[in-house]
C-alpha cells in the first residue's frame, strides 16, 4: 500500500536491488502481470509514467464483455476467450466487476439479418456456457427500455454482459500485488534502457516525475516487460524497432441520469456505418460511447491527454436521435466527455513470438512487447507473458494459477451508514482494506457525496491518505470518478473536497489552489462537454 513516505522509501533503495521482472507501463496489461508475477513468486518493479491507468485503461466502456460485435464479425475465438474471461471475472471480483443487462433492438435494412443475430445470440450464451437471452418484439422491448422509439423498430432481444470500474481495477490488482512484496511507482518515466555487454535489455533508467526535479535512477532486470500500451512503438524505438501498432481513437459521452434514464444497458447499432455503441447505467449516470474507431490525428497521440471532437459528439447524438428521439438529447444535455486511444496489432508478425486471438508478444533484443488485447482478457495476456518468460526462471516461478486472484476482504464488514448494496459496492474497490477505510472516516463521511452517486466521502480521504495521489487529477478522476459524474468535474464543490483531503495530502494552500487550477485546465481540455472544432 502506497502510505505516507512510501515513494521516498522505495525510491531510496530501488537501485540496489536487481529485480526479477521490470515493467514498464500501468495501466491493466502491466497491472495484470505484476499481481500474478509477484503471485508467481517473482521480485518485480512496475514504472508508470503518468499516473496508475492513466491512458486507455481508464477511457474504457466500462464493461467486461464477450465481444458481440467480433462474434457478429466471425471473429469465433476472440469472443471464446472474452466470454470465459468475462465468466472468470465475475466469480473473482464480486462487486467490482458485475452482471449487467443489455438490450439490442433490430430494425428494418440492417446489415445482418434477423437469423444472424438470432444464432449470434444462441452461441453467445453457449459460449459463456449459461442460457439467458431471450428474443423480444418490438413492444415489448419498448416496455422494458422506455424511450426507445423508432418506425423501423422490429423487435430485439435480451442478453447479459458485465460492467466495471475500470481504474479501481487496475488499482486493486496494484494493491494487492504491492501486499504480496511488489514495487509499483507512477510518475516514473522511462528514459533509457539498459543493456548487457551482448546488447541484451536488462533494465531502465527512470525518473521521479513527482515534482518538478526528481532524480534520475538505474534498475537492472532479468526480464523486461513494455505493456505501455498504444504508446509501445515509442519505447521499441529503444530496440530498433519498427512501426507495429494502428493507433484509433474512441469518444465517449455522459449523461445524467435525469436527462437520460436507462435501468440497464443498451446495445445499439448506428445508422450510418453500423457499428456498435452502447448507453449504460454507469455510477448513477448514462455513458454513451464509444465513437467510431476514428484514427487520431499526430497531434493527439502526443498530446497529455486526448479529448472528444464535435464530429465524435456529433456522431454518438446522431445514434441517440435515431434509437431515443423522443427525449431529444442535445450537446447542452451532456455531462462530460472522454476520449481514448486505442491500438491493434499490424497484421505483420515478423517478431511474434506468441500470439492468441487479437494480442501478440514480441521479443526484441531481450524487451518482451505486449501488443493488443481488449481489457477484458488481462488475465490470458499475464498468463501468457509468465509462460514466455518462465524458462529464466526454471525453479523460482510458479506458473499454477492462484485459487482466487483477489484476497478475500474480511467477513462482516459494517458501517452505520452503509446498507448492504453499498458494502458490496465497496467492497468489490476496496477488498479487504475496506475495514481500514471506514476505521478512518470522519463523521458522515459514510454518506454518499451526493444523493444519486454510489461514491461516498471516505473514499476520498482513503484515497488521499493511501492510493499514490500526486496531483488532484489522480484523486478526481482515477481514484474516485466525481471529474466524469459531476457537472463542471466536481468544481461547484472543491471547497467541500478540500476539507477532506487536504490534510491528507500535506498540501499548503498555495500548492491546493495549483492543483485545481491545474486540474480546472485538464477537465476543460479534454473532459468537458464542449467539443473542439
Known amino acids: 500500500m502506497w502510505k505516507s513516505g512510501w515513494r521516498d522509501k522505495v525510491l531510496t533503495d530501488v537501485e540496489q536491488h536487481t529485480w526479477d521482472l521490470l515493467i514498464i507501463g500501468g495501466g491493466v496489461m502491466g497491472a495484470g502481470i505484476f499481481l500474478r508475477a509477484v503471485q508467481a513468486g517473482l521480485k518485480v518493479l ?19 464483455h464477450g465481444n458481440l460485435e467480433s462474434l457478429l464479425n466471425k471473429q469465433y475465438g476472440t469472443t471464446r476467450v472474452s466470454v470465459r474471461e468475462r465468466e472468470w471475472l465475475l466469480k473473482q471480483a464480486p462487486g467490482l466487476v458485475t452482471e449487467l443487462e443489455f ?15 438470432h444464432q449470434a445470440m444462441i452461441t453467445y450464451d453457449l459460449l459463456g456456457k449459461k442460457w439467458k437471452h431471450q428474443s423480444l418484439s418490438a413492444r415489448e422491448l419498448i416496455q422494458q427500455t422506455p424511450y426507445l422509439q423508432n418506425i423501423d423498430l422490429l423487435g430485439g432481444y435480451q442478453y447479459f454482459d458485465a460492467q466495471v470500474d475500470d481504474t479501481r481495477l487496475v488499482l486493486r490488482l496494484l494493491q494487492e500485488g504491492m501486499d504480496l512484496g511488489g514495487t509499483a511507482i ?26 518538478p526535479k526528481g532524480a534520475d535512477y538505474a534498475v537492472e532486470a532479468k526480464v523486461v516487460i513494455n ?18 501498432l494502428h493507433q484509433y481513437k474512441n469518444a465517449h459521452i455522459i449523461f445524467s441520469h435525469e436527462k437520460f434514464p436507462v435501468q440497464h444497458a443498451v446495445t445499439l447499432f448506428h445508422p450510418v456505418d453500423h457499428r456498435m455503441i452502447f448507453a449504460v447505467p454507469w455510477e448513477g449516470v448514462t455513458l454513451v460511447g464509444p465513437s467510431n474507431h476514428i484514427s487520431p490525428g499526430e497531434e493527439e497521440i502526443y498530446q497529455d491527454e486526448p479529448c472528444a471532437t464535435r464530429r465524435e459528439i456529433d456522431y454518438l447524438l446522431d445514434g441517440l436521435h435515431f434509437a431515443f428521439p423522443s427525449l431529444d438529447l442535445s450537446e447542452e444535455d451532456i455531462l462530460s466527455t472522454f476520449s481514448g486511444l486505442c491500438s491493434v496489432p499490424i497484421s505483420d508478425k515478423t517478431h511474434s513470438v506468441k500470439s492468441a486471438q487479437n494480442f501478440q508478444i514480441l521479443n526484441e533484443e531481450g524487451l518482451l512487447t505486449l501488443m493488443g488485447g481488449s481489457f477484458t482478457i488481462f488475465h490470458v495476456v499475464a498468463e501468457n507473458a509468465l509462460r514466455i518468460i518462465k524458462p529464466l526462471f526454471p525453479q523460482k516461478l510458479k506458473l499454477k494459477s492462484p485459487a482466487c486472484l483477489f484476497n478475500p476482504p474480511a467477513a462482516g464488514i459494517q458501517g452505520d451508514a452503509l446498507d448492504n448494496h453499498s458494502i458490496d459496492y465497496l467492497l468489490g474497490r476496496y477488498g479487504s482494506y475496506l475495514t481500514d477505510l471506514i476505521e478512518i472516516s470522519h463523521s458522515g463521511e459514510l ?9 461516498i466521502w471516505a473514499e476520498l480521504r482513503w484515497a488521499a491518505q493511501s492510493e499514490a495521489v500526486i496531483h488532484l487529477e489522480d484523486l478526481l478522476l482515477r481514484r474516485v470518478r466525481l471529474g466524469l ?49
Open 485 to 533: 459524474l459531476l457537472a463542471n468535474g466536481g468544481l461547484g464543490i472543491m471547497e467541500d473536497i478540500r476539507r477532506v483531503v487536504q490534510p491528507e495530502l500535506g498540501w499548503n494552500d498555495a500548492k491546493w489552489k495549483l492543483e485545481v487550477n491545474t486540474y480546472q485546465n485538464v477537465w476543460n481540455r479534454s473532459y468537458s462537454p464542449q467539443p473542439l472544432g
Open 103 to 117: 438490450s439490442m433492438p433490430y430494425y428494418k435494412n440492417m446489415n445482418r439479418s434477423r437469423r444472424q443475430f
Open 46 to 64: 512496475l514504472l508508470e509514467v503518468k499516473d496508475f491507468a492513466f491512458g486507455a485503461s481508464e477511457r474504457t466502456k466500462k464493461l467486461v
Open 227 to 244: 505493456a505501455t500500451g498504444t504508446w509501445s512503438d515509442e519505447l521499441r524505438k529503444h530496440v530498433g524497432g519498427t512501426k507495429r
Open 447 to 455: 454518506d454518499p457525496v451526493t444523493s444519486n452517486l454510489p461514491s
Open 186 to 211: 507512477n510518475y516514473a518515466p522511462v528514459n533509457k534502457l539498459l543493456r548487457t555487454q551482448s546488447g541484451s535489455v536488462c533494465g531502465a533508467i527512470f525518473s521521479d516525475k513527482s515534482f
